[in-house]
């Protein structure tokens, strides 16, 4: 705790003198998904910086996103075709986010107007871009809306309200839970200062993943030399299974 | 205790994948399959990517198919002439199986092939078996019941290409056990099984194999065209997830030791019901998937990945 005071107090004397402005940190920026990788919990906090000149105003609020690496994705529809529920039309998406959080200090649609959320694509519906989607289908909003609705039940699009804790409009924090099937990339993480409906201010970091040790070496395995990792899959196998044979077989002795 | 899986890229618990691991091993001890129809559904259930768990379920076979073989090669009950040309034929499907399987997976109808053909093949076979094993159940109990003829002439001894198999006394074409071989290797590389399960049968009743070369030898096909097809999956989709093959054999290993000690002490027709009506359940669990109403209509896969 007191090192993340000292950094606070280090971000706030760094601040120029000028209103308005928001500046955060992570509590780390590096996540490393090692064998026993379980979910990670991230602090996000940071300072606000009042315009002194200015009359009092209504209170700030502020805004979260963290944004995982971009994935294309296919949405398949099922019907019922010979009495057999399959995949009958799909539609595809070139870039969608893998993971998205919205942490708020109050209801976003409370603080901000739809027009700077669309502008700033701060909500998972507009972050997703649904008028990319490409496919011979009738409704593709049914699809896209499909997709936001499949990611939120898995916990990989979040909704975050008055999650970001606000203290006397001059501090800010939040802790997000990043679940445990992470995709490997850069999750940047921008933070909105937002007054009136309309974002002031806006601050971006980002949170960096990947793969380490034993993960990160057969990953990089599989990709670089497909032949020697699977022939490696099948020497686990045939040891094991030898192996296996003979110490029971001595135990039984 | 949770384990990231670096191919699959999700993150499960230690524990049940040693239990499905440990649990299908039991009864791959106990009935001498290799337990791949199994492992891969069971996969599936828990989340795991379709592609990976069929290639990694095929990995684990090799695995619980070592130990058996080693055995049976001692006891001189394989046929290895029959176990090459089964060989060569499984080869020829493997590889035919890896290029459907690319194909269907493109499609996005991966899923419902590999569903339907796991209905229509663990029906026909758990029937069949359930059919047999209640016969013999009841020839048992009344033991002066006709005896089944040793040899028939079937179409199949009709064909050209003769060969002749001495372990197993037979002078057949080998255009059949290419037939079966190839249709066994297609099914490991889409099912993720392999094979054992309709081979038996198959070299039973269609080749006129003696009972106790069938298991040897298809154990002995079963190793290669697994192997096989582990390193073609690696190679053309890196869909093979060592460290979760890892945990899968670690507990299908220890399971089908203990399996195959519990297997002695029950008598042969009960435990063939018994692995009909697993092998009925698992057929009954999937077709239901496919023919009830689903609580979500869409899903979402990521192209390139499955």
């Known amino acids: 705790m007191t090192r993340v005071l000292a950094i606070l107090f280090l971000i706030l004397a760094a601040l120029p003198v000028r209103g308005n402005e928001i500046v955060g940190a992570l509590s780390q920026n590096r996540v490393s998904l090692t064998a026993n990788f379980s979910g990670s919990e991230i602090l996000i906090f940071g300072a606000i910086r009042h315009d002194l000149d200015v009359a009092e105003e209504s209170p700030y609020d502020v805004v979260i996103v963290i944004e995982g690496p971009h994935q294309p994705v296919d949405i398949w529809r099922k019907d019922r075709r010979m009495g057999i529920w399959m995949n009958v039309e799909s539609v595809s998406m070139a870039s969608v986010p893998s993971f998205y959080a919205v942490a708020t200090s109050a209801p976003l649609d409370e603080i901000l107007t739809p027009e700077t959320d669309a502008e700033h694509r701060i909500s998972a519906s507009y972050a997703i871009r649904p008028d990319q989607a490409t496919g011979q289908v009738e409704d593709p909003s049914l699809f896209t809306s499909a997709l936001m609705r499949i990611r939120e039940r898995a916990e990989q699009y979040l909704t975050l309200d008055r999650w970001v804790f606000l203290d006397r409009d001059i501090l800010f924090r939040a802790n997000v839970q990043l679940p445990a099937n992470l995709t490997e990339g850069a999750y940047t993480t921008r933070m909105y200062l937002v007054r009136d409906g309309d974002v002031v201010n806006q601050f971006r970091t980002a949170i960096f993943v990947r793969k380490e040790g034993i993960e990160r070496w057969l990953h990089q395995l599989a990709y670089d030399q497909p032949l020697a990792y699977g022939l490696l899959a099948l020497l686990i196998a045939l040891a094991a299974g030898w192996g296996a044979s003979e110490a029971f077989r001595y135990l039984r002795h | ?306």
């Open chain 2, 1 to 306: 205790m949770q384990i990231y899986l670096p191919i699959a890229e999700i993150s499960v618990n230690a524990l049940t994948l040693l239990g499905i691991g440990g649990g299908v091993g039991l009864l791959s001890g106990m009935f001498g399959v290799g337990g791949g129809f199994l492992i891969t559904p069971l996969l599936f259930f828990i989340g795991i990517p379709p592609a990976v768990a069929v290639a990694t379920g095929v990995n684990q076979v090799v695995a619980s198919s070592v130990s058996g073989v080693l055995a049976h090669m001692k006891r001189r009950t394989v046929d290895l002439r029959m176990g090459w040309v089964l060989l060569i034929g499984g080869l020829i499907g493997s590889v035919a199986g890896i290029a459907l399987f690319r194909y269907l997976s493109e499609m996005g109808q991966i899923d419902l092939a590999v569903q339907l053909s796991y209905v229509i093949f663990l029906g026909v076979i758990g029937l069949l078996m359930l059919q047999e094993g209640l016969r013999a159940w009841y020839r048992t109990s009344r033991s002066n019941a006709p005896r089944r003829k040793l040899h028939t002439h079937i179409w199949v001894h009709k064909m050209p290409f003769k060969m002749k198999f001495r372990v197993s006394g037979l002078y057949i074409s080998v255009i059949p056990p290419i037939m079966v071989g190839m249709l066994v290797g297609l099914l490991s590389a889409v099912m993720g099984v392999g094979g054992g399960f309709i081979m038996v049968p198959a070299m039973i009743y269609l080749l006129g194999m003696p009972t106790k070369v069938v298991i040897g030898t298809s154990l002995f096909q079963i190793i290669f065209v697994t192997a096989f097809t582990t390193v073609m999956h690696a190679v053309t989709s890196h869909s093979v997830d060592i460290m979760l093959a890892l945990f899968l054999i670690l507990g299908g290993v220890i399971g089908a030791q203990v399996g195959a000690q519990v297997g002695l002490k029950l008598k042969a027709e009960q435990l063939r019901i018994l692995l009909a009506l697993v092998v009925l359940a698992v057929c009954a669990k999937i077709g239901l998937d496919l023919l009830l109403r689903p609580d979500e209509f869409y899903s979402i896969s990521i192209p390139g990945r499955d």
